[in-house]
């Protein structure tokens, strides 16, 4: 089994349609992991039937106990966060501010506040189009630890395919190179770089580049709208050649694109000619992978 990640250095690229695209090439034959966990947005065109689900939990939050609670106004006063304030006479956590430090358990002096584990989220086991499957996940409102629910659909990612004997795990990853992107690349087999040709687009492939070089793993990279700018283009290809990086393709400005988006579709499954140019790229990933 070949674990494949889809990265962009930036948000815009056109990332999360492309991996839609390769996910539908590869059908039966692939799970498919949305690791962009902050902004998940693959499931509007993988079509998911949200089948089954797990409640996601990381780190804590602070609870009080009122039936114990004097009221002293102690964990206020010690909060660092500013998130314990007093409301008709009661202290209450906000749990959008609390950061789970549990200093506040540690000096109240009745014990009646306690560290409890904190809800963060969703992990989705779906089928999609294509006769696919799909884990992705929902990271709740104000939720952090991003990086730890990246891992997690990861890793269901990986079980889901090795106990149906499938041939890759297609991630679609986070644009930029925090956290969850190094996440995403723990135990990858191969990178697609998705980028585009203008000054950000080729600043931060070389910033996500210069992550991926450190896990040593094998990349390669597509132009997308190479069109727009053609000098651009050729300094990304430049820096393509320069660290030995896969040129996979180079996909043309279409307004098609958006129009299958619009109708909830990906590319490869409308009459576009950039149909046969995906089916390309998938086949040399593929290659790429042996």
């Not at 909060?79 to 540690?106: Q, V």
Request: glycine letters at 8%; hydrophobic letters at 35%.
């Amino acid at each position: 089994m070949k674990e494949i990640v889809v990265l962009s250095g930036k948000g815009g690229t056109g990332k999360t349609s492309i991996t839609a695209s390769l996910a539908m090439l590869a059908g039966s034959d692939a799970i498919i992991a949305d690791c962009d966990v902050d902004a998940a947005n693959m499931h509007l065109l993988m079509g998911p039937d949200f089948a089954n689900s797990q409640k996601f939990y990381s780190g804590e939050l602070a609870e009080i106990n009122y039936d114990i609670c004097t009221s002293c106004g102690i964990c206020a006063e010690k909060c660092r966060f500013d998130a314990i304030h007093l409301t008709n006479n009661t202290y209450t956590i906000n749990p959008l501010s609390c950061e789970g430090c549990g200093y506040c358990e540690k000096v109240c002096p009745t014990h009646a506040i306690t560290m409890k584990e904190r809800f963060s989220g969703y992990v989705y086991f779906s089928k999609i189009k294509g006769n696919g499957s799909m884990v992705h996940a929902r990271l709740d409102i104000g939720a952090e630890n991003s990086g730890k629910l990246v891992a997690k659909v990861k890793n269901e990612a990986k079980s889901l395919a090795e106990l149906q004997n499938k041939t890759f795990v297609i991630v679609d990853g986070s644009p930029g190179i925090g956290c969850p992107v190094v996440s995403s690349l723990s135990g990858a087999n191969y990178v697609v770089l998705v980028t585009e040709p203008t000054v950000s687009g080729l600043h931060d492939l070389e910033r996500v580049y210069s992550v991926i070089k450190r896990f040593r793993i094998k990349s390669g990279c597509i132009i997308n709208k190479f069109d727009i700018n053609p000098k651009k283009t050729e300094e990304i290809t430049e820096f393509l050649k320069k660290e030995n990086i896969t040129h996979l393709a180079n996909i043309p400005f279409d307004q098609a694109f958006t129009q299958a988006m619009t109708q909830g579709k990906t590319i490869v499954e409308s009459d576009s000619d950039l149909h046969q140019l995906l089916l390309t790229i998938w086949n040399q990933i593929k290659l790429e992978t042996n």
